[in-house]
């Protein structure tokens, strides 16, 4: 039999403010382990929380990028649970009336445009940090607790079941991580766990309008994890659905290590967390003005960006991809690109050397790169030398014109010295000059490049190939 593949996504987001949730205890990553802790986010007696309104403002802003209705009434609930990484043993979350509910993505898939719903997006707070001794909890002897992270600002996203394969699942996660760091309300760096994912998986005959029971893959914290782990647990589900077995519902871990998921718990029914209204914190409700204001205040989405490189610029899906996936590249050649212009000269110096270069060593300032497109155009460098110089840029304070004229590379202009140079190449190979007058004529290539050579790259190619053109038809 075939099956369908049904996938829907939970996403955990920490947002980019610089105290807590509920408390004024700092966000900041990597201090020593339980230093940014108060009664407050250890869930102490007698101690009371307080909303940040930066947080609930970034979750606005996640809500309207998402294309979310944004709910001018929502309220805090306690979800009760115990593990060792939540103090209180109950979680300040939003259940009954989210934030936001009622978005969607829009992401590409081999050039074409997918959808994805948004059922809800709302607020919560982080839990502690467990720190197994094992690669993982189920293969661990003991486990140890950092609290910091306790009462950081979360936004849980929760997508339809709508996602049909393990890759699509991934493009759908790195569009939104993308979407984050555009709009500014997280670093989503998720080798520091500001994003992470729980992965719902199910199968079901192949059309079929029943979903099948679905298993639930949790804290996948890089893409490659989550493909790789869903398609581990389709292939798992398929073969014991094929030899007449049942999918029990349940929560499984995934071991990057061996490749494979494992059972944590069963989930036989849904987990009761005895949700009830958050007693020490009042309903949340927004000015429309103020949600408003801050749809007005949203930048340029990836999406929007993408379709502008493409419209305005006229570049290639692949380059415009390339510029939208590095914002600060992308921000960078709307810098120096002029709309309707001729950019190629431009973009394949983003792409090329520079990339490399600015990875390592960061960005140069616009107007040194402007200036060194500039002395090219004008023939003062040959493309090849502009590499030499834009290693310098990275390693002098100079500007190109200045590091062109003080190591001497400017482009050789003296036709008769090119006559003697290209006469000197020929006169040094008289048997590759014969065989190309016998009908060798890829020596020609050959030709060019020890001419190159003997004038230290300084000239003009085309001049070259012009002179030696020339040159070879006197002497044939």
């Given at each position: 039999?075939?099956?369908?593949?049904?996938?829907?996504?939970?996403?955990?987001?920490?947002?980019?403010?610089?105290?807590?949730?509920?408390?004024?205890?700092?966000?900041?990553?990597?201090?020593?382990?339980?230093?940014?802790?108060?009664?407050?986010?250890?869930?102490?007696?007698?101690?009371?929380?307080?909303?940040?309104?930066?947080?609930?403002?970034?979750?606005?802003?996640?809500?309207?990028?998402?294309?979310?209705?944004?709910?001018?009434?929502?309220?805090?609930?306690?979800?009760?649970?115990?593990?060792?990484?939540?103090?209180?043993?109950?979680?300040?979350?939003?259940?009954?009336?989210?934030?936001?509910?009622?978005?969607?993505?829009?992401?590409?898939?081999?050039?074409?445009?997918?959808?994805?719903?948004?059922?809800?997006?709302?607020?919560?707070?982080?839990?502690?940090?467990?720190?197994?001794?094992?690669?993982?909890?189920?293969?661990?002897?003991?486990?140890?607790?950092?609290?910091?992270?306790?009462?950081?600002?979360?936004?849980?996203?929760?997508?339809?079941p709508d996602i049909t394969s393990p890759r699509q699942a991934r493009l759908f996660l790195e569009q939104l991580r993308l979407l984050m760091l555009y709009i500014g309300v997280s670093d989503v760096k998720m080798e520091e766990g500001?994003?992470?994912?729980?992965?719902?998986?199910?199968?079901?005959?192949?059309?079929?309008?029943?979903?099948?029971?679905?298993?639930?893959?949790?804290?996948?914290?890089?893409?490659?994890?989550?493909?790789?782990?869903?398609?581990?647990?389709?292939?798992?589900?398929?073969?014991?659905?094929?030899?007449g077995g049942k999918i029990r519902q349940e929560s499984r871990t995934w071991d990057e290590r061996s490749g494979r998921t494992a059972s944590m718990r069963s989930k036989a029914d849904a987990p009761d967390y005895r949700y009830f209204?958050?007693?020490?914190?009042?309903?949340?409700?927004?000015?429309?003005?103020?949600?408003?204001?801050?749809?007005?205040?949203?930048?340029?989405?990836?999406?929007?960006?993408?379709?502008?490189?493409?419209?305005?610029?006229?570049?290639?899906?692949?380059?415009?991809?390339?510029?939208?996936?590095?914002?600060?590249?992308?921000?960078?050649?709307?810098?120096?690109?002029?709309?309707?212009?001729?950019?190629?000269?431009?973009?394949?110096?983003?792409?090329?050397?520079?990339?490399?270069?600015?990875?390592?060593?960061?960005?140069?300032?616009?107007?040194?790169?402007?200036?060194?497109?500039?002395?090219?155009?004008?023939?003062l460098i040959t493309h090849s030398q502009s590499k030499a110089v834009l290693e310098e840029l990275f390693r002098s304070p100079l500007s190109p014109r200045q590091i062109v004229k003080e190591k001497g590379w400017e482009v050789l202009?003296?036709?008769?010295?090119?006559?003697?140079?290209?006469?000197?190449?020929?006169?040094?190979?008289?048997?590759?000059?014969?065989?190309?007058?016998?009908?060798?004529?890829?020596?020609?290539?050959?030709?060019?490049?020890?001419?190159?050579?003997?004038?230290?790259?300084?000239?003009?190619?085309?001049?070259?190939?012009?002179?030696?053109?020339?040159?070879?038809?006197?002497?044939?």
């Amino acid at each position: 039999m075939n099956y369908d593949i049904v996938i829907g996504l939970e996403i955990h987001v920490a947002l980019l403010t610089e105290s807590k949730f509920l408390c004024s205890c700092s966000t900041a990553f990597g201090a020593a382990p339980n230093t940014q802790c108060c009664p407050v986010c250890l869930g102490l007696p007698g101690s009371l929380p307080m909303v940040n309104e930066k947080a609930v403002e970034y979750a606005v802003k996640a809500g309207l990028a998402l294309n979310c209705q944004v709910h001018h009434f929502s309220r805090f609930d306690r979800k009760n649970y115990f593990y060792p990484d939540l103090p209180k043993a109950y979680q300040i979350t939003q259940d009954t009336y989210p934030l936001c509910t009622d978005g969607y993505l829009e992401y590409y898939i081999d050039d074409q445009l997918h959808r994805t719903a948004i059922t809800r997006l709302h607020l919560e707070e982080e839990a502690g940090k467990l720190i197994h001794s094992g690669g993982s909890i189920v293969d661990s002897e003991y486990s140890l607790v950092d609290y910091n992270r306790a009462g950081i600002p979360l936004i849980e996203i929760v997508t339809a079941p709508d996602i049909t394969s393990p890759r699509q699942a991934r493009l759908f996660l790195e569009q939104l991580r993308l979407l984050m760091l555009y709009i500014g309300v997280s670093d989503v760096k998720m080798e520091e766990g500001s994003l992470r994912c729980d992965a719902n998986i199910s199968l079901k005959p192949q059309g079929s309008a029943v979903l099948g029971t679905k298993v639930e893959v949790k804290n996948l914290n890089s893409f490659r994890a989550l493909e790789r782990a869903l398609e581990y647990e389709a292939e798992r589900q398929r073969i014991v659905l094929e030899q007449g077995g049942k999918i029990r519902q349940e929560s499984r871990t995934w071991d990057e290590r061996s490749g494979r998921t494992a059972s944590m718990r069963s989930k036989a029914d849904a987990p009761d967390y005895r949700y009830f209204p958050e007693p020490d914190l009042p309903p949340l409700r927004l000015d429309p003005a103020w949600v408003e204001r801050i749809k007005a205040s949203l930048p340029e989405r990836p999406l929007e960006r993408l379709r502008r490189l493409e419209k305005e610029f006229g570049l290639s899906r692949y380059e415009a991809t390339f510029l939208v996936n590095y914002p600060d590249f992308g921000q960078l050649f709307l810098e120096l690109a002029v709309a309707g212009g001729d950019n190629r000269a431009l973009i394949h110096l983003l792409m090329g050397e520079y990339a490399g270069l600015a990875r390592e060593f960061g960005h140069l300032e616009p107007e040194r790169l402007t200036e060194l497109l500039a002395i090219v155009d004008e023939g003062l460098i040959t493309h090849s030398q502009s590499k030499a110089v834009l290693e310098e840029l990275f390693r002098s304070p100079l500007s190109p014109r200045q590091i062109v004229k003080e190591k001497g590379w400017e482009v050789l202009r003296d036709v008769e010295q090119l006559r003697e140079a290209i006469q000197g190449v020929l006169a040094g190979h008289p048997d590759l000059l014969d065989r190309y007058r016998a009908g060798e004529e890829r020596l020609f290539g050959f030709f060019v490049g020890q001419v190159m050579r003997a004038v230290q790259g300084k000239a003009d190619p085309k001049v070259v190939n012009q002179l030696l053109k020339e040159e070879l038809n006197r002497l044939v």
